[in-house]
């Protein structure tokens, strides 16, 4: 059983940034970040392989977020910079425990709670 636990979450202006964490409570393999909006079904939005060595982006946030890992601390990051409105939602992060890299939700084991972002305009 791994737990998953995120942080850095908030309200920020257009343009701003924000840096989410998620802690792992264990060793994870492949790991995601997902998003869901209110009245919206939830999407990918970032993956990194274990090693940190290959991530993939949805075309939405390409150019703007950035994920990266550190294995000794068990945690993931998801770098956010020049948000949207539309990035306002609920980001998640997921853990795999049988694939070094899934773009699906099908491919995680292990979700966090959630933590709320916010872009005013």
């Known amino acids: 059983q791994v737990q998953l636990v995120e942080s850095g979450g908030g309200l920020v202006q257009v343009g701003g940034s924000l840096r989410l964490s998620c802690a792992a409570s264990?060793?994870?393999?492949?790991m995601g970040w997902f998003r869901q909006a209110p009245g919206k079904e939830r999407e990918f939005v970032a993956a990194?392989?274990?090693?940190?060595?290959?991530?993939y982006y949805a075309d939405s946030v390409k150019g703007r977020f950035t994920a990266s890992r550190d294995n000794a601390k068990n945690t993931v990051y998801l770098q956010m910079n020049s948000l949207k409105p539309e990035d306002t939602a609920v980001y998640s992060c997921?853990?795999?425990?049988?694939?070094?890299?899934?773009?699906?939700?099908?491919?995680?084991?292990?979700w966090g709670q959630g933590t709320q972002v916010t872009v005013s305009s």
């Open positions: 997921a853990a795999s425990t049988r694939s070094s890299f899934s773009l699906s939700s099908v491919g995680y084991d292990y």
């Open positions: 264990g060793r994870t393999l492949g």
């Open positions: 990194i392989s274990r090693t940190g060595d290959s991530t």
